[in-house]
């Protein structure tokens, strides 16, 4: 069983940056973020394999880096240049299978989620 916890979230200023963390327990191939939007479907942020291949949504690519501490088995991302559009529950998931990328339904494991406001 998979434990997944974010931290980081917060409120700041369009332009600004922000660093969410998300400390797991357990092993799995592709860990990645998710944003949902009040009133909006979850949708993959970025992910990254357990041999480092990273995949970003295109809104996000030059903005967002994930990144993850092996040894720490925590996983991070670093968002710059923030927008409004980006405000949203930021959730941290593993997946079980390799290659998951941002497709969600690959997904079983959830945190509960960090709110970042972006205003």
């Known amino acids: 069983h998979v434990q997944l916890v974010e931290s980081g979230g917060g409120s700041v200023e369009s332009g600004g940056s922000l660093t969410l963390s998300c400390a797991a327990s357990g092993m799995t191939w592709c860990k990645a973020w998710f944003r949902q939007a009040p009133g909006k479907e979850r949708e993959g942020v970025a992910s990254i394999e357990l041999d480092g291949r990273t995949s970003y949504a295109n809104s996000v690519k030059g903005r967002f880096s994930i990144s993850k501490d092996n040894a720490m088995n925590t996983l991070y991302l670093q968002m710059n240049s923030l927008e409004p559009v980006n405000t949203g529950m930021y959730y941290c998931?593993?997946?079980?299978?390799?290659?998951?990328?941002?497709?969600?339904?690959?997904?079983?494991?959830w945190g509960q989620g960090t709110q970042v406001t972006v205003s």
């Open positions: 998931a593993a997946s079980v299978w390799k290659g998951a990328s941002l497709q969600r339904e690959q997904y079983i494991y």
